[in-house]
């Protein structure tokens, strides 16, 4: 149980483009999911909290307006990458939390490369 | 907010050996500690969390500790194995009714020698 999965698992796209990266909860319901960004041999560093129905809660340096995040069902949540630039390039990863305040469970990730 | 400082950044340990990774945390309000294992370019996998209620919680050959008063825990990992070779993360977070944000150490690259 506690099955988390990420789509796609890999994308490349072009500098100026949007990428869309899909992360559900599959055999679970989840009120809460969170979004990470990991760079190569680096932790993982939270992006921004998002819980359905609501609007998403970003960390402090993290740009709403180019990180968006919809969480439009209790299985799935979604974050777009707006107008994306080299740097952006990273290891998206999302974790889904059911209810409870405990366990994360994560998705497998997502390799963005922007060119 | 929370920093969570975790040592060594590397380990070699000998097949067989016990490997110990420590973690500090800032947040005195912070009640949960998980520890995630991740293969390189995996996803991380929660091996053993522990809560504040108590001081230590073994799984096989996993354990953790946790230390309240100074406001630091451990993982032990005894009997080491190849196939333990791996990144490991702890955590912290301020778990409550709702959102559970976790903090991550820097993480520790753990290699077992055969």
């Known amino acids: 149980g506690a099955v988390v999965s990420q789509h796609p698992s890999r994308v490349i796209c072009k500098s100026g483009t949007s990428v869309k990266i899909e992360c559900r909860s599959l055999?679970?319901?989840?009120?809460?999911m969170f979004w990470y960004r990991q760079f190569p041999k680096q932790s993982l560093m939270l992006m921004a909290t998002?819980?359905?129905?609501?609007?998403?809660?970003?960390e402090q340096g993290v740009e709403k307006d180019k990180f968006l995040i919809n969480h439009a069902s209790l299985t799935l949540s979604t974050l777009t990458v707006t107008s994306a630039h080299p740097e952006d390039s990273s290891f998206y990863i999302c974790?889904?939390?059911?209810?409870?305040?405990?366990?994360?469970?994560f998705g497998p990730g997502t390799r963005l490369t922007v060119t | 907010g929370e920093n969570v400082e975790q040592h060594p950044s590397t380990l070699s340990v000998q097949e067989g050996d016990s490997a110990v990774i420590k973690c500090t945390y800032s947040?005195?309000?912070?009640?949960?500690f998980p520890w995630y294992k991740q293969e390189l370019g995996k996803r991380p996998q929660l091996i053993i969390d522990?809560?504040?209620?108590?001081g230590e919680k073994k799984d096989q050959r996993i354990a953790v500790t946790l230390n309240k008063t100074a406001k630091h825990f451990s993982l032990h990992i005894t009997e080491t194995q190849p196939e333990d070779s791996a990144v490991y993360f702890c955590?912290?977070?301020?778990?409550?009714?709702?959102?559970?944000?976790?903090?991550f150490g820097t993480g520790t690259r753990l290699t077992v020698i055969p």
């Open positions: 974790s889904a939390q059911p209810s409870g305040p405990y366990e994360q469970y």
């Open positions: 055999d679970f319901q989840a009120t809460t």
């Open positions: 998002s819980n359905e129905g609501s609007k998403a809660t970003y």
């Open positions: 947040d005195s309000a912070s009640n949960y």
């Open positions: 522990i809560r504040s209620n108590v």
């Open positions: 955590a912290a977070s301020r778990s409550q009714t709702g959102a559970n944000n976790l903090f």
